[in-house]
């Protein structure tokens, strides 16, 4: 009887479509030249709302950088997705990208690395 009851709880809480978030696969590597802008969409493929996302750059959350650092992206959350962008790169810049996204249900998370790539060109005032 107790194994009845917990195989139609079971059947009930995947026929409600009470999961967690599953995020479809970012690409694994991602290289751009220094001055470009970077853009990475985090895309829920079973929407369970309410959705909470967080990016994340080398497992810091990117909401606690400096003020310097925050200025250059914009995170804009929308049902089912969340897009992060980043102007004007630079070799800093380079590192691990982390979306996270959870609900009342679990969590999931993507990663890419970012290589920023290129050379400086030194200003030069000429008088």
């Given at each position: ?5 917990i ?5 009930f ?10 995020i479809?696969?970012?690409?694994p ?38 003020q310097?650092?925050?200025s250059?992206?914009?995170i804009?959350?929308?049902r089912g997705?969340?897009i ?6 630079n ?9 996270v ?10 990663s ?16």
């Amino acid at each position: 009887m107790l194994l009845l009851i917990i195989f139609i709880l079971n059947l009930f809480e995947s026929c409600s479509g009470q999961e967690s978030p599953k995020i479809i696969d970012f690409v694994p590597k991602i290289s751009q030249p220094i001055g470009s802008n970077l853009v990475l969409t985090c895309n829920v493929i079973n929407i369970q709302e309410p959705l909470q996302f967080d990016w994340h750059k080398n497992g810091q959350n990117i909401d606690k950088l400096s003020q310097i650092e925050r200025s250059r992206f914009s995170i804009d959350n929308r049902r089912g997705f969340s897009i992060f962008n980043l102007i004007d790169l630079n070799q800093n810049d380079s590192g691990n990208y982390t979306c996270v996204v959870r609900n009342s249900f679990g969590s999931a998370q993507q990663s890419t690395i970012l290589l920023v790539k290129g050379l400086l060109i030194p200003m030069i005032k000429i008088p």
